[in-house]
């Protein structure tokens, strides 16, 4: 009698045991949006890694909405497709039910992602590269922020540095998009209202296979340098090694488009004295972002790397900051994480802000990039001023 009610008992047990599951931690999708194929293909992988670095932090905390765990969903912007990045933020938003998107990366898919999905479907998008100036007017809603600062500002710092180079006459190739348009304009009219003179002004298309039309067309305009506002792994390289084939020119300026090591892998002629800018600084957060990365075996040496660690970080800190993954209530709290008053939150210290939040406190993020928006969900941002020297970007001083 006894060994059969032991038996019964025990099997009563490893069936009770049979029927209970572990609880399962509630996951946060964060969609991330970026260029992985086209133009830019070689600068969005250590991007992306960027921002799930600090997704990781924060699910490795425990402190994110009381122990969430973020879940990145990548998706492919193209950087130059309007009509397949805005494809892709509708999978990420309709199939993959993402609250929010870090991203995207160019400025015309970014411009139409921000229409066509982020407003009408109420998702928070923080771009780490977007800099169009005709983003920092667009009609969001709300929705739309960017720690990477405008080409407003960045065309500005670039004539500057040209002029102080002695550079009078200048010969300009964009990129024929919204980026390449934007920092053309903006490089022209700062350049010439210093004294300088543009001889000539040559949009390029991506993906072309010969672009000795336009550089004879720059060529014959007799400018002593040429800014080249395109991309590092489509036109703007092209047009570089087309002008150094024909013997046009052999010293460019160059914006952040065009700062990446594929840039000195793979052009065929030697770009030393060549100068340019992109967002970025030697500050103490720059460099904690660099111990960071580093330590969890990331490459830190590169465009929008830290825009990107700190655009994920805001989307994190601002769900902390309502108490809820509600897209409405994320929008509405970026501006507040993102500036003063509130306690200093340094790169690495997410796990100090989450709890900062939780108990009620304000917080002022400044992570790698001394985030400080203005007005329009912006970076005012700071720039590096590079020469390409010994087969390197190197940094000459920060503007």
Not at 168 to 191: E, P
Not at 228 to 237: A, E, S, W
Not at 308 to 328: E, H, N
Not at 375 to 383: N, R, T
Request: hydrophobic share 45%.
């Amino acid at each position: 009698m006894k060994k059969s009610m032991l038996t019964h008992t025990f099997g009563l047990a490893v069936a009770a045991s049979l029927l209970w599951t572990a609880p399962v931690t509630a996951q946060t999708k964060v969609g991330i949006l970026l260029g992985f194929t086209g133009p830019i293909e070689s600068l969005t992988p250590e991007m992306a890694n960027s921002a799930e670095l600090a997704m990781r932090e924060a699910s490795d905390s425990g402190a994110f909405l009381g122990g969430q765990k973020l879940e990145a969903v990548r998706a492919d912007s193209t950087c130059v497709d309007a009509a397949a990045a805005t494809a892709a933020a509708e999978r990420l938003v309709t199939s993959e039910k993402v609250v929010g998107i870090m991203g995207a990366d160019c400025s015309g898919v970014t411009i139409a992602v921000v229409n066509n999905v982020g407003v009408p479907n109420g998702v928070t998008m923080i771009s780490p590269s977007a800099t169009s100036p005709a983003l920092s007017t667009i009609d969001d809603k709300g929705y739309f922020f960017r720690t990477a600062p405008s080409d407003a500002r960045q065309g500005q710092v670039l004539a500057q540095v040209a002029y102080e180079r002695g550079v009078r006459n200048v010969a300009i190739t964009y990129t024929n998009n919204d980026y390449g348009k934007g920092l053309s304009s903006s490089f022209g009219a700062a350049f010439q209202a210093l004294g300088g003179r543009i001889a000539a002004e040559v949009p390029h298309e991506d993906g072309k296979a010969d672009y000795s039309a336009e550089v004879a067309s720059l060529d014959a305009a007799g400018a002593d340098i040429l800014a080249v506002f395109g991309y590092v792994d489509q036109g703007g390289i092209r047009m570089m090694q087309a002008s150094l084939d024909a013997g046009a020119f052999e010293t460019f300026i160059f914006a952040d488009g065009m700062v990446g090591d594929s840039l000195l892998a793979n052009i065929d002629g030697d770009l030393s004295g060549s100068f340019g800018t992109a967002p970025g600084s030697e500050s103490a957060s720059a460099k904690g972002f660099i111990s960071l990365a580093q330590s969890k075996g990331l490459d830190p040496n590169g465009p929008f790397r830290g825009e990107s660690y700190d655009a994920a970080a805001l989307m994190i800190l601002a769900m902390q900051a309502a108490g809820s993954t509600d897209r409405a209530a994320l929008a509405s709290k970026v501006m507040s994480v993102a500036n003063a008053p509130g306690e200093k939150i340094q790169v690495g210290e997410l796990a100090k802000g989450l709890k900062a939040l939780a108990s009620g406190r304000d917080i002022d993020y400044v992570g790698a990039t001394d985030v400080e928006f203005t007005s329009a969900g912006e970076a005012a941002g700071s720039y590096k001023e590079l020469e390409i020297g010994n087969g390197a970007f190197n940094t000459v001083r920060i503007r």
